[in-house]
């Protein structure tokens, strides 16, 4: 319902919204597409009635290369980033999500990654692919539990195959608490609501290149979730 809403209040604008990130996508430099979609979604927040508290931008590494590990609770969550993160990223999606008409165009633009999760060879690809752009001073976004939680602010556990690119480009990685963000797409309301972000600090190489996959993961899940059971609590 309130996608319908925000495209409907925004219906005169739409079509040239996605033709300018089509075209800025293929002829533009990232920082300027990004800022262009970074405009479009809080054209769309302020139109779906959505409002973003934001925590933590300090914790971002000074240098580019590096890799947002949130939870994962909805279809928005992926928006509270283009909203709210000051440096351009891409991200990595399902295969089956990126067959969105909306999704597939911003995807392009942002030079995003499908991944295929039941095709080992096409996942270790992406991985290899995300390795190599982080390395060279790229950004990703990532969900390490796979799939949304569906359990509001409680989450899944985090995949360690997930944060291989992160390791093997020595990348930092910065775990990422999403709040109330399964609200906006998830509920059958277009009531204005209020999700959060909070930007956590960095695990540096130096922290976990001692630490599997597994432990990372368990490591950047227990950091999350104590600012989730803080907000609970």
């Not at 499908?114 to 950004?139: F, H, P, W, Y």
């Not at 990422?176 to 963000?181: R, V």
């Amino acid at each position: 319902m309130r996608i319908a809403m925000m495209v409907i209040r925004l219906i005169y604008a739409v079509p040239y919204y996605l033709f300018r990130m089509w075209w800025m996508g293929n002829h533009s430099t990232k920082e300027k597409t990004y800022e262009f979609v970074k405009y479009c979604v809080k054209r769309a927040n302020d139109k779906g009635k959505v409002l973003i508290d934001v925590y933590g931008l300090e914790n971002l590494p000074e240098k580019d290369g590096y890799v947002l590990f949130p939870n994962h609770q909805g279809m928005y969550d992926v928006m509270v980033f283009l909203d709210s993160c000051p440096r351009p990223f891409s991200f990595v999606v399902k295969k089956e999500v990126r067959n969105a008409p909306l999704v597939r165009i911003v995807v392009g633009c942002l030079h995003s990654l499908a991944i295929d999760r039941e095709n080992l060879k096409q996942s270790l690809s992406v991985i290899k692919q995300m390795t190599i752009r982080v390395k060279n001073g790229e950004n990703f976004l990532i969900f390490a539990e796979g799939t949304r939680s569906r359990m509001g602010n409680r989450m899944r556990e985090m995949k360690g195959g997930s944060f291989k690119s992160a390791v093997n480009a020595k990348a930092p990685i910065v775990p990422c608490a999403l709040i109330d963000c399964f609200k906006p797409f998830d509920e059958k309301s277009t009531k204005k609501t209020r999700v959060s972000v909070h930007y956590l600090k960095p695990l540096y190489y130096e922290e976990y290149k001692d630490m599997t996959t597994l432990e990372i993961a368990a490591e950047v899940k227990r950091r999350i979730e104590e600012v989730l059971f803080t907000v609970e609590a």
